[in-house]
């Protein structure tokens, strides 16, 4: 019980700071929520005239590291990452000339995480702020209407988004194996999964066993830097990322309406995401294409790159908005 309190609460998530570890016979209290802070540089970032990476400023001056590749002239997709990891997990995509030739591809690190500052107060983590942090981006890069492909909790910024912005502020919505919001988070993600988030909000060295969660054999120097995006990252960060008030009826009046089409993916070998209670979300969505991915882990596009790709950029032809 005080583990489920934790996760609902992030205030009570500081508690947790403290951990009891043995050594030997004798119990010792360690702190592991040392926080590294991390220095925005351009020699470490490798932000440079060559690099298409940038700091945007969201409106609350919170700083957020962002980048886009590709042609600016094609439909624009934002990606959004999941919990606790980065914008570099996209990097498979982003690298791929595929992807490339036909959408412009966005990214950025979520407030919290990666390169972007981490606040660690509540006010920061009003659900408006992270939709001003989605603002940033799509100004700074001059984006009219893109596409969102929001995967795992990174499903939770469209109900942000959509909080303060009409339904034609998108193009449409992608989810990946995505957690639609956080008053669901407890539902949607597997048993498992919960089990593992609410380790982590004690005992952050258990990241490790989450990763392995979410595919069983990634590339080491993949694995290494999704371990990395962990490390940088306050615990406290974590536990208002997953537990923040958020209110979903403009996300689903969107999509009941028609406004709004959806394309919901999902992995047949995912451990994290429940399918059913994802899709039992979003009952009564008007435009809605789902599709499970054979063989695929929560990954998705690392365990189907080419098949993941196909169901994307098609459904993307299929639905851009007139003149866009
Ligand atoms: C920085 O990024 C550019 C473009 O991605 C690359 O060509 C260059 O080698 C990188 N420099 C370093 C020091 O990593
Ligand atoms: C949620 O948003 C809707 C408008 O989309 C509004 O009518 C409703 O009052 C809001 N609910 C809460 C609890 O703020
Ligand atoms: C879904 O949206 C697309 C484009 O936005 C449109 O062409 C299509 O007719 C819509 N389908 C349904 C069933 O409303």
Partial sequence: MLLFLKALHPAIALLAFWSIVAAGDVLHPVSVDTQVTIKPTDANFNISAVSTGRFVTSKDGTQIFAEARGNPSKPAVVFIHGFRLGATVFDSIFDDPHWLSQVYLVRYDTRGHGRSDKPTDATSWASERLAQDFDAVVQSYNLHCPFVLAWSLGGTHIVDILSIHPATYLSGIIYNAAIPDTTHLMSVVSPAGVALV????????????????????????????????????????????????????????????????????????????????????????????????????????????????TTVLEWIAGHRKRGI
């Fill in 198 to 309: 609410l380790k982590i909000l004690s005992f952050p060295q258990a990241f490790i066993e989450f990763i392995n969660l979410c595919h069983p054999a990634l590339e080491w120097n993949f694995y290494l830097a999704c371990l990395g995006n962990g490390d940088v990252q306050p615990t406290i960060a974590a536990g208002f990322a997953g537990t923040r008030s958020q209110n979903s009826t403009a996300l689903l009046n969107a999509g009941r309406s028609g406004e709004l089409a959806l394309l919901a993916i999902f992995g047949a070998d995912d451990k994290l995401i429940q399918k059913q209670p994802a899709l039992d979300f979003i009952s009564g969505w008007k435009n809605l294409t789902v599709t499970t991915l054979p063989n695929a882990e929560h990954f998705t596009w690392i365990s189907q790159p080419e098949l993941f790709r």
